[in-house]
């Protein structure tokens, strides 16, 4: 069982920079797979950053790449997001995810990015 909570969203504005931190109990969570997905409104969920266990291999959505880094810290049972310039259209809410078997069977209960233009 892993509980994920999410922090650092919050109100920037376009070209602004924001990082995300997600903070893991258990002792396993340097065995899981971590993602991070954002939902925007009246949209369904989406796919945006993953990264394994190791933190070596990386994979991000399109909309994202070059602006977007996830990393971790297992020592620190935390996975982050940093976000930079920043667009309007990243406004949404976002989760982590923790995969097990290629399943992300863990959610966090979200956090609040909104970027102004």
């Known amino acids: 069982q892993v509980q994920l909570v999410e922090s650092g969203g919050g109100l920037v504005q376009a070209g602004d920079s924001l990082r995300l931190s997600c903070a893991a109990s258990?002792?396993?969570?340097?065995?899981?797979?971590m993602g991070w997905f954002r939902q925007a409104p009246g949209k369904e969920r989406e796919f945006v950053a993953r990264i394994n266990w190791s933190g070596i291999d990386t994979y991000y959505a399109d909309s994202v790449k070059g602006r977007f880094t996830i990393s971790r810290d297992n020592a620190k049972n935390t996975v982050y997001l940093q976000m930079n310039s920043l667009k309007p259209e990243d406004t949404a809410v976002y989760y982590c995810a923790a995969s097990t078997f290629g399943v992300y069977k863990y959610w966090g209960q979200g956090a609040q990015v909104t970027v102004s233009s």
């Open positions: 258990g002792r396993t969570f340097s065995t899981y797979t």
